[in-house]
């Protein structure tokens, strides 16, 4: 019986080396020992018409990285701020399953990644939400809590400010609430305060939460 030969690989990446993938849509920067061995690197695009740019699988999620690489994508759709735009690594159906902000420049949106798999451009446009949590209670409960939350690109950070002075929020990440201890020698007794609440997401999109309470 005759048994075929293997194929070819078209482009073999070895571990040692600094290694470039470009084309007119894509390119990728993969640096000096980032991989643990060599690979026979595999690509494929597919069209997108929901997207602000094509899938691109960018080889194996399974293989692993050691380092962090450099990847541009073009976009194919307008948009109106490019500071909005994320990079998303999806499943086969384009759910999210990890996102990676960057910047746009001359067409591409660059970002850098330690994970091989499909990729594509979104927009995130949406605030986070600030939920209070014991608002009811507030002046009562020793504690403001809240919980934030963000379904695109996550939480960047949050700032707690009452009287207009800035106040320290304790963050429990297990739970996504944060919450403030109240500190007479800060903000003083028997008194109404005003508090203001700002959180941002990891593309600047704000979200405000103000309240006035009696303490």
């Not at 069209?47 to 960018?58: G, R, V, Y």
């Not at 990644?113 to 446009?125: A, L, M, S």
């Not at 297990?174 to 508090?195: C, D, M, S, V």
Request: glycine letters at 6%; aromatic letters at 14%.
């Amino acid at each position: 019986m005759d048994i075929e030969p293997p194929t070819p690989c078209a482009i073999t990446m070895p571990f040692g080396d600094a290694n470039i993938f470009e084309t007119s849509n894509i390119s990728v920067s993969i640096p000096k020992n980032s991989l643990y061995t060599d690979i026979c690197f595999q690509y494929e695009r597919t069209e997108s018409d929901t997207f602000f740019s094509d899938f691109h699988q960018i080889h194996c999620e399974f293989t692993p990285l050691h380092r962090w690489i450099d990847v541009g994508i073009k976009t194919t759709k307008p948009f109106r701020d490019s500071s909005k735009l994320y990079a998303a690594r999806v499943n086969s159906r384009g759910v999210n399953q990890n996102v990676h902000v960057g910047k746009y420049e001359d067409g591409f949106f660059t970002f850098r990644t330690r994970d091989f798999g499909r990729y594509v451009i979104k927009v995130d446009t949406i605030p986070p939400r600030i939920t209070p949590v014991n608002i009811s209670n507030f002046g009562r409960n020793p504690r403001l809590i809240f919980t934030i939350t963000d379904t695109l690109t996550g939480i960047d950070s949050f700032n707690g400010f009452i009287n207009g002075e800035w106040v320290l929020f304790e963050h429990d990440a297990k739970t996504n609430r944060i919450f403030y201890r109240l500190n007479a020698n800060e903000i003083g007794r028997n008194k109404r305060h005003q508090l203001k609440l700002v959180v941002k997401d990891a593309v600047g999109n704000e979200s405000v939460f103000e309240h006035s309470f009696f303490w």
